[in-house]
């Protein structure tokens, strides 16, 4: 079973709607990331969260929203989607304890808007 | 502010060539992590290397090799005698402090039969 999972893996959905991605982990990490990707820009980071109790906006927070419900979840809102919001989001996750550790990615949701 | 620059958008190879991917980082702090993942086709985020501000050694793993220069604020990535399975996007990334990872915006490379 994969360490870091996300669901759903491929989403349609109408302008307007609310929208949650969730994203779930067995590696046992404190920190946890969303991420979006679009065409050409890389990924940037949405909100991330340290532990339970410490959620951080990131770079492109606008529009979305987080709730880290336990230390394996962590789950993105969008809560009314927008066409601009049709990227692949990206769930991933750190040890913590120092900046060093790398990030474990889940496959991604890819997300469209209409 | 942080900041990764990978200038090349695509690169288009022919198998058994080497092919280097460029990588520029801007940080004011001292201590940091950069790293280097591969996006195949299939869209998963692959780790590939980690090497912190204090190892400017450079390092081989099979094909690939990583040369880290502070002097000019680079990462570059060498893929030695590409094969078609390199074929992916290649991300850039920097980490610093208490935050999350900076990405590049990618480097796209084809690697023709």
């Known amino acids: 079973d994969a360490d870091v999972t996300q669901t759903p893996r491929n989403r349609i959905t109408k302008t307007g709607k609310r929208i949650m991605l969730e994203c779930s982990q067995t590696?046992?990490?404190?920190?946890m990331y969303w991420y979006r990707q679009d065409p050409g820009l890389g990924l940037r980071l949405i909100y991330y969260s340290f532990d339970v109790k410490d959620i951080n906006k990131g770079e492109i927070s606008d529009g979305y929203s987080v709730s880290r419900q336990a230390q394996a979840k962590f789950s993105l809102s969008l809560e009314s989607a927008i066409p601009n919001q049709t990227a692949l989001y990206f769930c991933?996750?750190?040890?913590?304890?120092?900046?060093?550790?790398?990030?474990?990615f889940g496959p991604g949701t890819r997300l469209t808007v209409t | 502010a942080q900041k990764v620059t990978q200038a090349q958008t695509e690169i288009s190879v022919v198998e058994k060539e080497d092919v280097t991917l460029d990588c520029v980082y801007e940080?004011?702090?001292?201590?940091?992590?950069l790293f280097w993942y591969k996006q195949p086709p299939s869209g998963e985020l692959v780790f590939l290397i980690r090497?912190?501000?204090?190892?400017?050694q450079n390092e081989i793993s099979g094909r690939y090799s990583w040369n880290f220069q502070k002097s000019t604020s680079s990462f570059n990535f060498t893929i030695t005698a590409s094969q078609v399975v390199d074929s992916a996007v290649y991300f850039c990334a920097l980490l610093t402090g208490r935050r999350a990872l900076t990405f590049g915006s990618g480097t796209r490379l084809q690697v023709q039969p």
């Open positions: 991933a996750t750190s040890a913590g304890g120092g900046i060093s550790y790398e990030q474990y």
């Open positions: 940080t004011r702090d001292t201590t940091y992590y």
């Open positions: 090497r912190n501000s204090f190892d400017e």
């Open positions: 590696k046992g990490h404190d920190r």
